[in-house]
Each structure stands twice: as structure tokens, then as C-alpha cells.
């Protein structure tokens, strides 16, 4: 077992941030006039010039290189959902063959990867690739040690030669700033002089699988996909209830120390971590960060995770439904908006019912939510999404909102024109002298809601564990910044802004109601009432991505300049053909699975079995019930065979509809995710009735009680 490292000689003070390019870092190492020059090109007020460029690039090469690093990177994030990057030196050779260690403010600057080489929907083709990476200033470099081999990474953007985005970060900027810049109206209009900025807040809760590496390694399936495509439970599941918060193993709990060094030193600021739900299932969350920095952070955060983990003889595994029959993992998106000055505007204070803007804010989010649901559901559509939603306690794929009961009856009442009697502050009492009375929370947490209010945030718990948090946030915004543009219109035109907000505030919610359920979104009988409702219920992923191109979503996402309908258009290609290919990927694995060691492995065993069976009934003893097994496994097998040359029929003529790619997406999610199911229902049948030693592969028992 590695051993844990010791934070009582180097403390989390000294090591926090320590490998990263941070304002502390900056304000050190860049002359005053350089690091305000930076300041003011970081908040929009002015163009980067190349003078200024140089300067941080000296700065930060210099920096670089004490930390031992020898070669830079721009890294970015292209449409696969990943991040890419591409290695360069800081070596230059002189003349006379000398080497002088150089990073100039271009190099900072800008980067030339191949844009043709990443998925782009047809936005470059091989004979115009030509891409560009641009440093994004609000994200701080980053030392990334491996090892002990150190590299300088430079977050970036990345676009093509027409000025295309082909990554997930500039829409997420581009959002960012058309929420701020509704926002901005919104608050001015409100009597709000002093607010400057106003940023989007996201904390992501990050959940993952870890499993032992020794039987990771034995599983294709998990190698080649990240789930299990078959798979019995083992007699202990999860239905004690007592892996959520229980005691971390000896084991798991030296990984989580190496685990947080490694984030602290970049700077990502992780706070909690806890066993979840599912045995072998944890949980990693960071505090609150600027939604681009939290992006950034995350997609490290989840490298870092699986590197550490590969170092403790782990895998940790971020697929969404590794696992049949116990829970999935999310990334629970908690959201919120802050102006630099301090104010939350979803912080409703002591008297909600008296705090107009927190209750106009609120408002607006649930018409956001009820307006473009479709589209907020879009945000979070993958082939892995697709297997959680729905199940084992995730969020349905239908959009609802949770209030608790306090908030919905200041809505109700000011609907009505009812005075709102307010609550007095409410205490728990244990009836225990050695426990403290303790305040009692504005709401209950609802962890059934896929959008639900949780005292100061909206907590969006659909994402999936594997995604880029770009993509969601990127349409939560656009859809808030919507709907505060049409506050801002009506209240500039107001006479009494007042009155003008109460009548915005009746309206939104008299009109968007609907989209509010405080009860269990688990129940069926939600969907059955969602229907009633008229609430969107887009349960496949080919289906939720067609909202990026309905007419009403482009010109959502084309006013506020979040998108273009070219990249609109070329996104939903990619996501199709993403979604297509892992199914297609999933599916290969299992007629490879199935074809080359299960029905080889369970001929074998049936074999013995039958001779065992002869052996024992010319000795007289009884073999009818041992029999019995030995039909039910050659049915098995014969019906295992036939489905798996089925699905392998089935996987050619997917292929075959590579040219229309909505066509081959829609045949995957109805023809070939059917026939994977009849093959895996027959082969989960077979492991059941298999002698253990006989079975090719380890099963769920070792891959999740075994850490």
C-alpha cells in the first residue's frame, strides 16, 4: 500500500495551489502594472497586447521551469468530451548549437493543433484543418506532475480558421457572458449601482466506482467500454443501506489522501468525500468556482482521480451505469449566481417573501426551466445517461423543479393576492440535554428532483459522471439569460419597477407551475402526472439531441451568440456519431465476449457436468435435479450463440447507415441496444448456473466488494 502523505510537516497552507499559476503566483512574479493589465483583460475591459503577453510568458516560463517542467502544453477540451493537448519544449538552438530554454508570448498566446482530426460535424475537412488554440486568462496554468516528470498546461479555447468554436469552452464563455450581461440590466434596473460582474457559481459533487485493478484487468468489458455489459448482482447489493456514508476502508482512505494532495497542489479546492450509495461507489466535492474554472477543474479532477487510483492498484471508474441493479453516478451541477460585490442572487435571507429580487430571480428560473427544458434535458444526453436516468435512484429524464413547501406557498399566495404570514424560524429539538437545539432548513433536500433548491443553489443532478460540466451550464445559461433579458425589458420600460416585478413574478409562475413537483420524482406515478401536465419526457438520447437544432432552441442560443446554427448543426452530428460509436463499441465487446471465452468457457463446464452426471447415475446415485441444470445451461448456451450471431447481423447493418447519421443513431437506440439486451439476458443466466472457477471473468461480487 503507498503510504499517506504527511500534512502535519507540510502543511495544506504551503501545499494548496502550489503548482499552479495562481493570482498569488502572478502578483509575486509579474510587475504591478503587468498583473493589472492582465486584471483588466481578464474582466473585458481591454485586448491582450502582445507586450503584455510577453511578459507573462517570461514570468511564467520562469516559474515553470523552477518547478522543473521542460515543455508546455496548450490544453483544451474538443467535442469528445476530453481533453487534448499537445507537447512542446522550451528548448531553442542558438547558431553556434547552443540551447536557450524560450517560451514567448505567442507561444502563450496561440497554438496551431489539427483541427480536421477532432470531431467537428463537417466544420473542417482534412484539406482545411487548420484549428487555433487561444490562452483563456480567467483559467490559471497549471503544473501537471506524472510521475515526477512536470509539464506547464496552458487552459485553452480552441476554433477553426473561420472562428468556429470545436470545443465545449467557448460556448460555455459565450454564455457566461450573455448571463452577465442580462444580469447586469436586470440589477440596474432594480436600483443596483454598485454590482460590476456578475459570475455563475458551480460546485460539482463528482461520484465515481473504484474496483480492484487486478479484476478490472480481467474484464474487457470494463477495459474497452467502462461498463459492465453483463453481469449478475452478487446476494449483497445495496439494499441495507449501509455503504452511504459508512466507514472508507484502510485502503480506500490512503488513496483519498494522495488524492486530495494531488488536487490541492493544482489548486482545485475539494472539500468532501464520502462513500455513496452503490458498495464500491465515493463521492468528490469541490467548493464553489467560476463555471469555466469549475469546468476546467473537473476535467482534471477526473484525470487526477484515475491516475492516483491507478498508483493504489485501483480503477476508478466515472461511466455513468458501470454497474446493473445498484446506482449510477452523476455529477450533481449545483448552481448559483453571485455579483462580485457579495451578493447571491438566489440567496433568499430571512424573509424570502419580503426579498422581491430573490423571488423575481426565482421566477425567472422557473420559466427558464419550464420554457427550454427540452433543451436543459439535451445538456445531458449520452449512451451512458441513458442506462442511469431513470434508474436506481437518478432523476427521470422528465424536468421538474423542487421548491420545498415553504417557497411554493409564497408563490401560491402572492398568486393569489394573499398576505403571506410568515414562518417563524423553527428549531429541532432531540429532547436530549446533551444535544443541541439546532435550526431547521428552509427546505427538505429532495434527491429525487432533477432540479432541486437547496437553501442558496438550484442542484441540477442529471448530469452524468463522465461529462464535461461545459455542456450543461453552457444551456442553463442561455436559458436564464433569455428570460432576465425579457425582466430587463419590461422593467426599463416600468414606471414602478416594483409593482412591475410582482406582476413578472405572478406570471412567470402562474404560467410555469406546472414544471414544480415537491414530491418523489422516483415514483411512476410522477410520470403519469408529468404526462398529465404536458412536461417533456425525452427518455433516449437521440431523442433529447434533437432539441440543440428545434427552431425555437437556435434562436435561443443564436440571439444571445452562444452558438451559430453552424455549430448548433455540427454539434448534434458529432453527438450522434459519439453516441452511435460507444454503442457500437459496447455491443462489438459483447459478441467478442461471448464468441471467444463465455460459450467456449461454458461448453467446457457443461461437458464435465454432463460427465459428472454419467459417472454418478451408472453409480446409482440421483441425477435429476443435476440434470435439470445441465438442460437449462445447453438452452442457455443454444440461445446465447443465436443472440450474440443476431447482434453481430444486427451491429453490420448499423454500419451500414453511416451515411445518415441521425438514421444509423435512431437504429442503435432501437435495434441494437434490443438485441444487446436478449444477449446479455441469456448470458446473465448462464453465469448463474456456472461453476465460479468455470466463468471467464471475475464477477460482481469481486468487482465491488473487494476494496
Not at 32 to 37: L, R, W
Not at 148 to 160: C, D, E, N
Not at 464 to 479: E, I, V, Y
Request: charge should be negative; charged fraction near 25%; aromatic fraction near 10%.
Amino acid at each position: 500500500m503507498t503510504m499517506p502523505f504527511d500534512f502535519s510537516t507540510h502543511p495544506v497552507s504551503e501545499i494548496y495551489g502550489s503548482n499552479c499559476f495562481n493570482e498569488s503566483a502572478m502578483k509575486k512574479l509579474l510587475p504591478a502594472s503587468v498583473f493589472q493589465e492582465l486584471q483588466a483583460v481578464q474582466h473585458g475591459d481591454k485586448d491582450l497586447t502582445p507586450e503584455t503577453a510577453e511578459a507573462i510568458a517570461s514570468a511564467m516560463k520562469q516559474w515553470a521551469m523552477e518547478k522543473g517542467a521542460t515543455h508546455f502544453t496548450h490544453w483544451f477540451q474538443p467535442l469528445t468530451g476530453s481533453t487534448a493537448e499537445k507537447h512542446d519544449s522550451f528548448i531553442n538552438v542558438k547558431k553556434n548549437g547552443k540551447v536557450v530554454m524560450e517560451f514567448s508570448g505567442k507561444e502563450l498566446r496561440q497554438g496551431e493543433p489539427d483541427a480536421s482530426s477532432f470531431p467537428n460535424g463537417g466544420l473542417r475537412a482534412t484539406f482545411e484543418a487548420r484549428g487555433y488554440t487561444a490562452w483563456d486568462t480567467s483559467s490559471p496554468a497549471f503544473i501537471k506532475d506524472t510521475e515526477g516528470v512536470k509539464t506547464l498546461y496552458i487552459p485553452t479555447a480552441f476554433f477553426s480558421y473561420n472562428g468556429q468554436a470545436l470545443d465545449k469552452k467557448v460556448p460555455l464563455l459565450r454564455s457566461c457572458d450573455a448571463i452577465e450581461r442580462q444580469t447586469l440590466r436586470v440589477l440596474r434596473a432594480l436600483g443596483n449601482t454598485t454590482s460590476k460582474h456578475v459570475t455563475v457559481s458551480v460546485g460539482p459533487e463528482q461520484e465515481y466506482f473504484l474496483v480492484d485493478r487486478e479484476y478490472y484487468e480481467k474484464r474487457p468489458d470494463l477495459r474497452l467500454t467502462g461498463r459492465t455489459v453483463y453481469g449478475n448482482l452478487a446476494a449483497k447489493g445495496q439494499e441495507l443501506d449501509d455503504h452511504y456514508f459508512g466507514s472508507i476502508s484502510d485502503r480506500v482512505t490512503v488513496f483519498m489522501n494522495e488524492l486530495n494532495y494531488e488536487l490541492w497542489r493544482v489548486g482545485i479546492p475539494s472539500k468532501t468525500q464520502h462513500k455513496e450509495v452503490a458498495p464500491g461507489q465515493f463521492e468528490v466535492a469541490a467548493i464553489y468556482d467560476a463555471a469555466n474554472l469549475a469546468t476546467d477543474r473537473n476535467q482534471l479532477l477526473m484525470r487526477i482521480l484515475k491516475s492516483v487510483a491507478k498508483r493504489h492498484g485501483m480503477k476508478a471508474l466515472t461511466h455513468e451505469k458501470p454497474f446493473a441493479g445498484v446506482n449510477g453516478s452523476g455529477k450533481h451541477n449545483n448552481w448559483s449566481i453571485a455579483t462580485d460585490d457579495g451578493q447571491n442572487l438566489l440567496s433568499p435571507g430571512e424573509s424570502p417573501q419580503d426579498n422581491l429580487q430573490f423571488l423575481l430571480v426565482l421566477a425567472s428560473l422557473i420559466k427558464a426551466v419550464d420554457t427550454y427544458a427540452p433543451l436543459i434535458r439535451a445538456s445531458a444526453a449520452t449512451a451512458g445517461n441513458d442506462h442511469r436516468l431513470g434508474q436506481n435512484e437518478a432523476p427521470p429524464a422528465i424536468i421538474s423543479m423542487f421548491l420545498g413547501d415553504q417557497l411554493s406557498e409564497i408563490l401560491d399566495y402572492l398568486i393569489a393576492d394573499t398576505p403571506y404570514k410568515k414562518r417563524d424560524g423553527e428549531w429541532l429539538k432531540l429532547g436530549v440535554n446533551a444535544l443541541p437545539a439546532l435550526p431547521k432548513d428552509m427546505t427538505d433536500r429532495n434527491r429525487t428532483s432533477p432540479f432541486a433548491f437547496t437553501g442558496n443553489k438550484f442542484e441540477f443532478r442529471m448530469v452524468g459522471s463522465s461529462q464535461s460540466l461545459a455542456g450543461p451550464n453552457t444551456l442553463l445559461n442561455a436559458a436564464v439569460a433569455e428570460v432576465f433579458s425579457e425582466v430587463a425589458d419590461r422593467l426599463e420600460k416600468a414606471t414602478d419597477t416594483r409593482l412591475e416585478s410582482i406582476k413578472l413574478i405572478k406570471e412567470f409562475y402562474g404560467a410555469h407551475k406546472r414544471v414544480v413537483f415537491n414530491g418523489n420524482g422516483y415514483s411512476s406515478d410522477w410520470v403519469v402526472e408529468a404526462e398529465r401536465r404536458g412536461l417533456p419526457n425525452l427518455n433516449c438520447t437521440v431523442d433529447a439531441l434533437l432539441q440543440l437544432v428545434e427552431p425555437k432552441n437556435v434562436a435561443l442560443l443564436t440571439k444571445h451568440k452562444v452558438f451559430t446554427q453552424e455549430e448548433l448543426e455540427s454539434r448534434l452530428e458529432v453527438y450522434l456519431e459519439i453516441y452511435s460509436k460507444q454503442v457500437n463499441i459496447e455491443a462489438g465487446v459483447m459478441v467478442e465476449m461471448a464468441r471467444r471465452s463465455i460459450v467456449p468457457a461454458v461448453t467446457r463446464y457443461l461437458s464435465e457436468l454432463c460427465d459428472d452426471i454419467k459417472r454418478q447415475k451408472a453409480l446409482g446415485f440421483a441425477t435429476e435435479e443435476l440434470e435439470k441444470i445441465a438442460v437449462k445451461i445447453s438452452q442457455g448456451l443454444n440461445e446465447s450463440i443465436k443472440a450474440s450471431e443476431a447482434l453481430h447481423i444486427i451491429l453490420a447493418k448499423a454500419l451500414s447507415l453511416k451515411d445518415d447519421f441521425f438514421a444509423q443513431a435512431r437504429f442503435y437506440h432501437e435495434q441494437v441496444m434490443e438485441g444487446m439486451t436478449v444477449l446479455r439476458n441469456h448470458v446473465d443466466m448462464l453465469e448463474v448456473y456456472t461453476d465460479k472457477s468455470a466463468w471467464p471473468f471475475p464477477g460482481y461480487e469481486e468487482l465491488l466488494f473487494h476494496l
